[in-house]
Each structure stands twice: as structure tokens, then as C-alpha cells.
């Protein structure tokens, strides 16, 4: 796990900060991995492919069968128009196709592999309302103490949401550089509630409903904007983008200061 010292977790923030000496916060790791879809524009291909709505289908494991296993599909980039558009509701009745299952397992690996503290099926070329989200003790011991409670970031186990909902539960808002796996080398500093609560379903297909606060609730905004062919970029404080290098630089004149408001 060499990865994980030299990177910063986030798919959702940045939270990621994760400061090693002199900051490479998170030099984004360049992919190792062929995709899984075969050729061009991971999404393009899959749809290509799966035009019928990407219900279960024969083909599809028949197509990528076991090497699915074996390699596992590359983070989709910023362009794709995949990641531009609002991804597709999961069949209720699929939950427990062998597909969605492998898609989710999938997921998982590449977020982890990554590392990441959440992703979005679209960010792996699969257009569906699939998020997953995990925070490790590991991933955040590398973030100073200060900055891990002006984030109100704690460890969480591996949440699963198939067709999440989100509401916010109060108008309260907090500012912090966030980035994103799909944009990579990147950071910016993006409003969200403190306060969410979504509700969808498991892996298993059951009900589920988390009710987030600090950090766990901007990383489910930040995946459910995934669903809704947003990133980051697009609710940004636009001056404050920058490249990851350049993170613990001082904000231009004018902009708001990070924290809660
Ligand atoms: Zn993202």
C-alpha cells in the first residue's frame, strides 16, 4: 500500500488532505489499469454496448466475464459524458443480479485501490445511482488534528447506497477544498450542508437511511452530485481551483474563508 503515503484519499474532498512533508498532498496516481471496457471512452463504449437501459443482460458477463476480476475498470476522467449527465435509477429488482453486485464490487476495489473516500458508478463508466463511501482511521491519521475537527471528520465503515435520495436537515453550510478522482491533480473549495440525511438501499436491496453530519455528509453530496452529472467543478468557488500543489497557498483576496458559516 505504498499508494496510500504518497496519496490522499478523496474522491469526495479532500479531506484528503493528507499532508505528507512539504505537501504533495495527493499527487494523483496514474491509472495502472486497462479498463474493462474494451476501447475509446469507457461510457461511451458501455452504452454502445448496453443501449437497452443497462438491464441485467447475458451478454454483459458474457462479454467480460472473469476478467472483470482480474482488472478492474479505470477511473473515468472529467470529459466523459458520462460524468456530465444524470446517471439511470437501479431496477429494484436487479439489486441482487449478479452485475449490480459485481459492478459494486468493482466500486469498492477501485475506490479503495485508489485510494478514495467515496465514488459514483458513473466514475467508473457505469451510469447508474450507485455510490459507496468509506473513511478509514488509517486515511484520516495523515490529516492534522485541527483540520480533522474544523472538518468534523471521523472514521466510518463501508456504506453501499443503491438509488440514493438526499435532503439537507439544516441550512447550515461549511467551506473546504475538496477533489475529486475523475479531476485528477486538483483541488477547490466547494460549499456544502453540514447536515444531510439520504435514504435508498443496500447492497441487499433493503431500505437504508444515513443521517450524516461534517465530512461523511460532504462526501454523500459530492457522490450524489455524481448522479446528477455534476462535479465538483461545477459548484465551486471558481477562484479558488488550483492544483494540488499548490493547496496549502494562501486564498486570493475576496474569498471566503474555509469553515463553517
Ligand atoms: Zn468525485
Same mark, same amino acid.
Given at each position: 500500500?505504498?499508494?496510500?503515503?504518497?496519496?490522499?484519499?478523496?474522491?469526495?474532498?479532500?479531506?484528503?488532505?493528507?499532508?505528507?512533508?512539504?505537501?504533495?498532498?495527493?499527487?494523483?496516481?496514474?491509472?495502472?489499469?486497462?479498463?474493462?471496457?474494451?476501447?475509446?471512452?469507457?461510457?461511451?463504449?458501455?452504452?454502445?454496448?448496453?443501449?437497452?437501459?443497462?438491464?441485467?443482460?447475458?451478454?454483459?458477463?458474457?462479454?467480460?466475464?472473469?476478467?472483470?476480476?482480474?482488472?478492474?475498470?479505470?477511473?473515468? *476522467? @472529467?470529459?466523459?459524458?458520462? +460524468?456530465?449527465? !444524470?446517471?439511470?435509477? &437501479? #431496477?429494484?429488482?436487479? %439489486?441482487?443480479? =449478479?452485475?449490480?453486485?459485481?459492478?459494486?464490487?468493482?466500486?469498492?476495489?477501485?475506490?479503495? *485501490? @485508489?485510494?478514495?473516500?467515496? +465514488?459514483?458508478? !458513473?466514475?467508473?463508466? &457505469? #451510469?447508474?445511482?450507485? %455510490?459507496?463511501? =468509506?473513511?478509514?482511521?488509517?486515511?484520516?491519521?495523515?490529516?492534522?488534528?485541527?483540520?480533522?475537527? @474544523?472538518?468534523?471528520?471521523?472514521?466510518?465503515?463501508?456504506?453501499?447506497? &443503491?438509488?440514493?435520495?438526499?435532503?439537507?436537515?439544516?441550512?447550515?453550510?461549511?467551506?473546504?477544498?475538496?477533489?475529486?478522482?475523475?479531476?485528477?491533480?486538483?483541488?477547490?473549495?466547494?460549499?456544502?450542508?453540514?447536515?444531510?440525511? &439520504?435514504?435508498?438501499?443496500?447492497?441487499?436491496?433493503?431500505?437504508?437511511?444515513?443521517?450524516?453530519?461534517?465530512?461523511?455528509?460532504?462526501?454523500?453530496?459530492?457522490?450524489?452530485?455524481?448522479?446528477?452529472?455534476?462535479?465538483?467543478?461545477?459548484?465551486?468557488?471558481?477562484?479558488?481551483?488550483?492544483?494540488?500543489?499548490?493547496?496549502?497557498?494562501?486564498?486570493?483576496?475576496?474569498?471566503?474563508?474555509?469553515?463553517?458559516?
Amino acid at each position: 500500500m505504498e499508494t496510500i503515503h504518497r496519496l490522499l484519499p478523496i474522491s469526495a474532498a479532500d479531506t484528503l488532505i493528507f499532508r505528507c512533508p512539504r505537501t504533495p498532498r495527493f499527487p494523483p496516481l496514474p491509472p495502472k489499469n486497462p479498463s474493462v471496457f474494451p476501447a475509446g471512452s469507457p461510457a461511451l463504449e458501455f452504452r454502445r454496448r448496453f443501449s437497452n437501459g443497462f438491464r441485467v443482460s447475458a451478454g454483459w458477463f458474457s462479454v467480460f466475464g472473469t476478467r472483470q476480476r482480474a482488472v478492474l475498470p479505470e477511473i473515468v *476522467k @472529467a470529459g466523459d459524458p458520462v +460524468l456530465h449527465e !444524470p446517471a439511470g435509477e &437501479v #431496477p429494484v429488482e436487479d %439489486i441482487g443480479s =449478479e452485475r449490480i453486485q459485481r459492478i459494486i464490487e468493482d466500486m469498492i476495489s477501485v475506490m479503495r *485501490k @485508489a485510494p478514495g473516500v467515496g +465514488l459514483a458508478a !458513473p466514475q467508473i463508466g &457505469v #451510469p447508474l445511482k450507485i %455510490i459507496i463511501l =468509506e473513511d478509514t482511521k488509517e486515511y484520516i491519521s495523515y490529516a492534522p488534528k485541527n483540520e480533522l475537527e @474544523a472538518q468534523d471528520r471521523h472514521p466510518f465503515d463501508l456504506l453501499v447506497i &443503491v438509488n440514493p435520495k438526499m435532503k439537507k436537515r439544516s441550512n447550515k453550510t461549511a467551506l473546504f477544498f475538496e477533489g475529486c478522482l475523475s479531476v485528477d491533480g486538483f483541488r477547490a473549495v466547494v460549499e456544502r450542508y453540514l447536515e444531510v440525511e &439520504v435514504t435508498g438501499l443496500g447492497r441487499d436491496g433493503r431500505p437504508i437511511r444515513v443521517d450524516a453530519t461534517g465530512w461523511q455528509a460532504r462526501i454523500l453530496q459530492h457522490e450524489c452530485d455524481h448522479l446528477d452529472g455534476m462535479l465538483y467543478v461545477d459548484k465551486m468557488v471558481p477562484r479558488t481551483f488550483r492544483a494540488v500543489e499548490n493547496l496549502d497557498l494562501p486564498l486570493p483576496v475576496g474569498c471566503p474563508q474555509l469553515g463553517v458559516r
